[in-house]
């Protein structure tokens, strides 16, 4: 019998009856007089398909047996606030479509009925490397569906596998006329599919959304530069159901309707000096399937932070999605991280997000490549309402030489950037940036600008312009250290100790320092615990350390408690001290969780 007829079949007195002893055995139990430790006894024995039937029989078995079949798909305990699971590992339907009757995480939670908040979903969605992808199309519909049934959901993350976009030709095969390796309907299932989920995301309140990996289908359209004004945007229409209810409630109900529900949705496959084609004629010619998530979609959402680390969100056809969330949600925060973009595809992207979301507050940025500083500032100066801003030092191009002027950024309180990009935007407005009040600065150990802040130079540096600007800022230092960092550190306070340079003053700003390992160290480098101790002293008002990455140095055993030492040694009185997340307790050396 299938599963479906399964589900809906009533439970009738004969069901109910055949599940206990029948009258001529009255001594003997039935199956629903067992202990539950004797019925989990019984489940040891069944297949999961077998299982999955079984405890849809009644409510009992459903609750008793529910978290059985659940650990044995690798869900411990069963689902609760927080649940993480696997999509397509094991595929659910054949080359035709029929059932193959797997049993997965998601056939379980659709029948979870007790599972009605979710506080945080981490979903990762295989899509099968074979000729055809339309089984996933079906997951993801079935993912839709339980996300529709549940009553909220406040942090979603998405991630892809497979780096097959499945719209290439492949290396090893060769066009001819009758070649069938890309279909159409894949476009449109899946543009109607992941459109459909990532709307029913945003109505079941989630505040916070990540998507991350994967590029299928997402070159399908390449960018094309055109002249001013040959680019052209859609004219506002109704949705269906606007147009109804303009239509019910008359010409004075239109009158306030208009300006508020018919906002006119941002185009991204055409702009002034832009558009979108798709790349072949061979891949479907002109047609275009778009998802539009509706206005009125969106009015009450409560997504707070988009973090977008795929290319596929960036690129037409979701492209579409992510602009219109961000036009019509009231999105704070907008992380990019992780995206290879061409360089002139970059500023159409810029354009898109900062026309959709102008009152943005907090802007991230991390591991951007084929991006120029001057595409950077022009999209931060479209950005007048930010308050918070990062900029990773792994963002391509962020100290080129050829710069249009630095953006004012009247509002912003709080800046994490690179030592370059931070000292020509504190040049550039020597008068401005009223609201800063918290300075990030990511250095390089060595010939970056960090010992400034230790000794007194003449150069110019980050130290020279807070001085003389008068800013009263907390700053904090990022510094990755590289692979010889004992020399360097020697260097840093041998000169002061020999009386070459003097001690700078400036350095009691600095109240926050984290250390970032990313290679092993040098076999020939001073040995760090030698050093470590006088380095340090010299940031004087220091209260909170952080060691960050791992190498053979941090992985040895006993870092936390030799660090705990170094710092003794350097006569600083910290408030927090970590190393990877594990801090260590004041007076002690036991180590706790951070």
């Known amino acids: 019998?299938?599963?479906?007829?399964?589900?809906?079949?009533?439970?009738?007195?004969?069901?109910?009856?055949?599940?206990?002893?029948?009258?001529?055995?009255?001594?003997?139990?039935?199956?629903?007089?067992?202990?539950?430790e004797l019925l989990l006894a019984i489940c040891a024995y069944l297949d999961t398909r077998t299982l999955f039937l079984f405890l849809q029989v009644n409510r009992r078995l459903h609750h008793t047996c529910l978290p059985t079949c659940f650990t044995r798909l690798g869900i411990k305990n069963g689902p609760g606030r927080h649940i993480?699971?696997?999509?397509?590992?094991?595929?659910?339907?054949?080359?035709?479509?029929?059932?193959?009757?797997?049993?997965?995480?998601?056939?379980?939670?659709?029948?979870?009925?007790?599972?009605?908040?979710?506080?945080?979903?981490?979903?990762?969605?295989?899509?099968?490397?074979?000729p055809d992808i339309t089984g996933a199309f079906r997951d993801l519909a079935r993912l839709e569906q339980w996300v529709r049934r549940l009553g909220g959901l406040k942090n979603v993350q998405l991630s892809f596998d497979n780096d097959s976009c499945y719209c290439c030709l492949p290396h090893d095969a060769q066009l001819d006329e009758d070649s069938d390796w890309f279909r159409e309907e894949w476009l449109e299932g899946w543009t109607a599919r992941m459109g459909g989920l990532m709307g029913a995301l945003v109505e079941k309140?989630?505040?916070?959304?990540?998507?991350?990996?994967?590029?299928?289908?997402?070159?399908?359209?390449?960018?094309?530069?055109?002249?001013?004004?040959?680019?052209?945007?859609?004219?506002?229409?109704?949705?269906?159901?606007?147009s109804l209810r303009l239509l019910l409630k008359g010409r004075k109900e239109r009158k306030t309707i208009m300006p508020q529900v018919l906002v006119e949705p941002l185009a991204v496959?055409?702009?002034?000096?832009?558009?979108?084609?798709?790349?072949?004629?061979?891949?479907?010619?002109?047609?275009?399937?778009?998802p539009v998530p509706q206005p009125l979609a969106h009015t009450n959402s409560e997504l707070r932070h988009l973090n977008i680390q795929s290319i596929m969100f960036l690129m037409p056809p979701l492209l579409q999605w992510t602009v219109s969330t961000l036009q019509y949600s009231n999105i704070?925060?907008?992380?990019?991280?992780?995206?290879?973009?061409?360089?002139?595809?970059?500023?159409?992207?810029?354009?898109?997000?900062?026309?959709?979301?102008?009152?943005l507050a907090e802007l991230e940025l991390k591991k951007l490549r084929q991006i120029t500083a001057t595409d950077l500032l022009n999209f931060l100066g479209r950005l007048p309402r930010l308050k918070i801003l990062s900029i990773g030092r792994d963002v391509d191009s962020y100290d080129s030489y050829d710069l249009c002027p630095f953006p004012d950024l009247p509002e912003l309180?709080?800046?994490?950037?690179?030592?370059?990009?931070?000292?020509?935007?504190?040049?550039?407005?020597?008068?401005?940036?009223?609201?800063?009040?918290?300075?990030?600065?990511?250095?390089?150990?060595?010939?970056?600008?960090?010992?400034?802040?230790?000794?007194?130079?003449?150069?110019?540096?980050?130290?020279?312009?807070?001085?003389?600007?008068?800013?009263?800022?907390?700053?904090a230092v990022e510094v990755v250290m590289g692979g010889s960092p004992g020399w360097r550190m020697f260097e840093d306070f041998n000169g002061i100790q020999c009386g070459q340079v003097a001690p700078n003053p400036d350095v009691a700003l600095i109240s926050s320092m984290t250390l970032i390992v990313s290679e092993e160290f040098a076999r020939d480098d001073l040995r760090l615990w030698?050093?470590?101790?006088?380095?340090?002293?010299?940031?004087?008002?220091?209260?909170?350390?952080?060691?960050?990455?791992?190498?053979?140095?941090?992985?040895?055993?006993?870092?936390?408690?030799?660090?705990?030492?170094?710092?003794?040694?350097?006569?600083?009185?910290?408030?927090?001290?970590?190393?990877n997340g594990k801090a260590a307790v004041k007076g002690s050396r036991k180590v706790t969780p951070a």
């Open 205 to 242: 309140t989630a505040e916070v959304v990540k998507v991350q990996g994967g590029k299928y289908l997402s070159h399908l359209h390449v960018y094309r530069h055109v002249r001013s004004g040959r680019g052209h945007l859609p004219k506002p229409t109704a949705t269906p159901l606007e």
């Open 530 to 579: 030698s050093v470590l101790p006088r380095w340090l002293a010299l940031f004087t008002a220091l209260k909170h350390l952080r060691v960050t990455g791992h190498n053979g140095w941090v992985d040895e055993e006993g870092t936390l408690g030799a660090l705990a030492e170094a710092v003794d040694m350097a006569g600083l009185k910290l408030v927090t001290l970590e190393l």
């Open 332 to 359: 704070q925060k907008l992380t990019l991280d992780n995206l290879t973009i061409n360089h002139k595809v970059w500023p159409c992207i810029f354009t898109l997000i900062s026309n959709a979301a102008p009152n």
């Open 413 to 475: 309180i709080s800046l994490h950037a690179p030592a370059n990009w931070i000292y020509k935007l504190l040049s550039a407005h020597r008068q401005g940036l009223e609201c800063l009040e918290t300075l990030h600065i990511a250095y390089r150990l060595r010939n970056d600008g960090l010992s400034h802040w230790s000794q007194v130079s003449t150069a110019p540096s980050i130290p020279g312009l807070l001085q003389a600007q008068k800013r009263p800022l907390t700053v």
């Open 84 to 130: 993480k699971f696997t999509l397509g590992e094991t595929p659910k339907y054949d080359e035709e479509g029929e059932g193959t009757g797997c049993i997965d995480v998601l056939s379980l939670l659709n029948i979870a009925f007790h599972v009605k908040q979710v506080e945080r979903l981490a979903c990762h969605v295989v899509v099968p490397a074979g």
């Open 1 to 36: 019998m299938p599963e479906s007829s399964l589900r809906a079949m009533p439970m009738t007195p004969s069901t109910a009856v055949s599940l206990r002893a029948p009258a001529h055995h009255a001594g003997t139990p039935g199956l629903l007089e067992f202990p539950d």
């Open 269 to 290: 496959l055409h702009g002034d000096h832009w558009e979108f084609k798709r790349a072949r004629e061979a891949l479907g010619g002109a047609s275009y399937v778009i």
